[in-house]
């Protein structure tokens, strides 16, 4: 398992695309727009146009991810709350837990005392999934800006679905508790641009992984996914790779060059992450 120290430039990896709405798209702003707007709207920048926030693709990504790894071993990827004592991972780990971990590696590890213990827990301790994504007390290597809409696909407008409250003894309405949403209509696309700043090659094949779901229209983004809406396809345009070697990193910091990598190479980085975790075929 790989650390998160970023003392030292260790590679860049950036994903640019377009993310597709296959169906109509909701990622709700919470409120309604103003007393006579939908009840639940739709985020929007400053000129009213749309946007997926960065953090709620971010958010789904790593969720998929969380669960894939689960599937190969439950350690991969820590839970929201845990007191099983092989799982080392301190992102969700209660406080008791935590303490005796570091009594006894001060114990076992002449190197280790208690001023550097937590250093060693988060970096050697740490989940695959936070290691890339981040966690309390853990940079993460993965960024994505917010995705702004692409203006030729934007028809200006939004539609608005109404629906009703039912009562779930009942199976009836209930009275006074008509709501419209808000969505962005279907085939409208937006710029999407992913990062991972000093990640390994099985790193950079985790997150390539979780975006392939993606590419094949697997996640659903948003709100009200289960009535058909958040459908999303993402369309890769480049993948280009800023290699750690001092020649590669002035050339794109000069020119902005950097190693274009192709569906075959991102498999390549796919298969470093499948050879770390020991999961292996064809």
């Known amino acids: 398992m790989t650390t998160s120290d970023f003392s030292k430039f260790n590679g860049r990896l950036e994903v640019q695309g377009r993310l597709i709405a296959q169906t109509p798209l909701q990622i709700g702003a919470g409120e309604a727009d103003d007393m006579f707007g939908a009840d639940l709207s739709v985020v929007k920048d400053a000129f009213g146009r749309p946007y997926i926030p960065g953090s709620?693709?971010?958010?789904?990504?790593?969720?998929?991810?969380?669960?894939?790894?689960?599937?190969?071993?439950?350690?991969?990827?820590?839970?929201?709350?845990?007191?099983?004592?092989?799982?080392?991972?301190?992102?969700?780990?209660?406080?008791?837990?935590?303490?005796?971990?570091?009594?006894?590696?001060?114990?076992?590890?002449?190197?280790?005392?208690?001023?550097?213990?937590?250093?060693?827990?988060?970096?050697?301790?740490?989940?695959?999934?936070?290691?890339?994504?981040?966690?309390?007390?853990?940079?993460s290597k993965v960024i994505i800006p917010d995705m702004a809409v692409d203006e030729a696909t934007w028809a200006g407008h939004y539609q608005i679905r109404h629906g009703v409250s039912i009562d779930r003894d009942t199976g009836t309405q209930v009275s006074g508790r008509l709501f419209n949403t808000e969505a962005v209509p279907t085939g409208t696309a937006f710029h999407c641009r992913v990062v991972i700043e000093n990640g390994s090659p099985a790193d950079q094949g985790l997150v390539l992984l979780g975006l392939k779901a993606f590419e094949h229209s697997l996640v659903t983004l948003g709100g009200s996914a289960s009535r058909g809406l958040g459908q999303v396809k993402l369309e890769i345009d480049s993948c280009v790779e800023v290699p750690a070697d001092p020649a590669g990193l002035i050339d794109f910091l000069t020119g902005g060059m950097g190693v274009e990598i192709d569906d075959t190479g991102r498999k390549v980085k796919i298969a470093a992450l499948r050879e770390e975790l020991e999961v292996y075929g064809a």
């Open 56 to 139: 709620s693709f971010k958010g789904v990504l790593r969720s998929y991810l969380e669960s894939l790894l689960r599937a190969i071993d439950e350690r991969l990827a820590c839970l929201c709350v845990t007191d099983q004592p092989e799982h080392s991972c301190p992102t969700p780990q209660q406080n008791a837990l935590l303490k005796a971990r570091a009594e006894t590696l001060v114990k076992e590890r002449s190197e280790i005392t208690q001023d550097n213990v937590l250093d060693y827990i988060y970096l050697e301790d740490t989940c695959r999934v936070c290691q890339v994504f981040g966690a309390n007390g853990l940079a």
